[in-house]
């Protein structure tokens, strides 16, 4: 399998909804160009940002390939195609393989909470169904209640189209641990903004980012910063654009997101339900912080 280079700045894209509910192609088209030219190198499609949760395997099957015509070789795609059932997931990547992808993104099997074994197997058997496509691990506990430990992040390192994880432990000890078992052809990326600069001190990579739909020039230059030794300037930026990362959690995600987006023009429609949209009081806040970072006036 050749080697792709996913870059520093993932973004796990949210989904756009019209008034109905239903999902808003073009917008979506034209929100990936905006990535893309705000500093993005890979977008994710249907990932939890993207609300992948509520969305069918055809709306899914139909967004990866309007966004991978939309950006037409400008950026990479990296499908969300995970799932708590094995076969599921391996029937959503190799379609995913089939679109011509560059990648997916697979989630640890939420509510079933299998054993270490029984996640080896599971991205074992998605790996090997398509041999040809990278994938990247996705560590999201307090979402899945099940935690990859870094011993089996180390034997899944072994299987040559496992390229990596994005880390959303939120433990700088485990991704330290990840780090010290595994090749440095095995990429960490950090799963929370707020956590970006801490984990590049050891070892990662870059992000797959929320905050990127709102600062993506701003994240590359940190990453950019940091990695040629700049620190001082990585960490200013880190400081200024904190108070975002954390607003952009103050309730599920993308609740927060899409309310920021609308509020810096950029109306991409509701949430589907059992999210709700948000309230006047996270309004206020997220405008305070916009406004405080410099990004709306």
Not at 67 to 85: D, L, P, Y
């Amino acid at each position: 399998m050749s080697k792709i280079d996913f870059g520093r700045l993932l973004t796990a894209m949210i989904t756009p909804f019209d008034r109905e509910g239903a999902v808003d192609y073009d917008r979506a088209e034209q929100l990936a160009i905006h990535l893309v030219e705000t500093g993005t190198d890979t977008i994710v499609v249907c990932g939890t940002t993207g609300e992948s949760p509520t969305l069918s395997w055809d709306e899914e099957y139909k967004l990866f390939s309007v966004i991978q015509s939309a950006i037409a070789g400008r950026a990479k795609i990296m499908a969300g195609t995970g799932s708590n059932s094995t076969s599921e997931a391996i029937a959503a990547t190799q379609k995913a393989a089939h679109l011509g992808l560059d990648g997916t993104l697979q989630v640890t099997p939420y509510y079933n909470k299998p054993p270490q074994e029984g996640l080896y197997q599971h991205f074992r058997a998605i790996a090997k169904s398509a041999p040809d496509l990278p994938l990247l691990l996705y560590n999201v506990p307090s979402r899945t209640g099940s935690k990859l430990e870094p011993e089996t992040v180390a034997r899944l390192a072994e299987i040559p189209s496992i390229i990596g994880i994005k880390e959303a432990t939120g433990e700088l000890d485990q991704a330290s641990q990840i780090r010290s078992l595994t090749g440095s052809d095995f990429v960490i990326y950090s799963g929370d903004d707020s956590l970006t600069l801490p984990l590049m001190a050891v070892g990662a990579k870059g992000v797959v980012s929320v905050a990127s739909h709102l600062v993506g020039k701003q994240l590359q230059t940190m990453m950019q910063s940091f990695s040629t030794g700049n620190v001082q300037e990585a960490m200013q930026i880190h400081i200024r654009l904190f108070p975002l990362f954390k607003a952009l959690f103050l309730t599920s995600n993308p609740i927060p997101l899409k309310l920021a987006l609308r509020l810096l023009g950029m109306d991409t429609g509701l949430v589907r339900s059992p999210l709700v949209a948000g309230t006047a009081e996270l309004e206020a806040k997220l405008k305070s912080v916009l406004t405080e970072i410099g990004i709306l006036t």
